[in-house]
């Protein structure tokens, strides 16, 4: 599992947003939120939901890295991938049957991270 620091940025519409290290602004539905403008939360992914890819997407979530190692372990590959603002690498998980899935990037070569919405889980600070 990743854990990412953020912060609770509500704006007074159905949609409040968390800013979170390494992972930038994520637009969350405020009935979600369960906290105050302000407060602190743990933003977690599972490796399996982030998606490395060649180039930004045209839509969605993103976030631009550098690969570090892979081990190819069975039918999956997992990677970590270093961002900008977060300290520990991203652990990302990838079936080697996929094309594009990252498996044949040499360490440091840049590499996207794409995620869903509805991968992102808001967890308390404590």
């Known amino acids: 599992m990743n854990f990412f620091q953020g912060t609770v940025r509500r704006n007074g519409t159905a949609t409040g947003m968390i800013e979170t290290e390494g992972l930038g602004a994520i637009?969350?539905?405020?009935?979600?939120?369960?906290?105050?403008?302000?407060?602190?939360?743990?933003?977690?992914l599972r490796p399996?939901?982030?998606?490395?890819?060649?180039?930004?997407?045209?839509?969605?979530?993103?976030?631009?890295?550098?690969?570090?190692?892979?081990?190819?372990?069975?039918?999956r590959s997992s990677h970590y991938v270093t961002i900008p603002g977060k300290s520990d690498p991203v652990a990302v998980s990838t079936t080697n049957a996929l094309?594009?899935?990252?498996?044949?990037?040499?360490?440091?070569?840049?590499?996207?991270?794409?995620?869903?919405?509805?991968?992102?889980v808001i967890l308390d600070a404590d």
């Open 99 to 120: 094309n594009g899935s990252g498996n044949n990037r040499a360490p440091d070569a840049p590499v996207w991270l794409s995620w869903s919405a509805d991968a992102v």
């Open 48 to 75: 399996e939901k982030f998606t490395p890819l060649d180039k930004k997407p045209v839509d969605g979530l993103a976030v631009q890295g550098r690969m570090g190692t892979t081990a190819h372990l069975g039918e």
């Open 27 to 44: 637009s969350v539905p405020v009935d979600q939120l369960g906290k105050a403008d302000g407060a602190s939360v743990q933003v977690a």
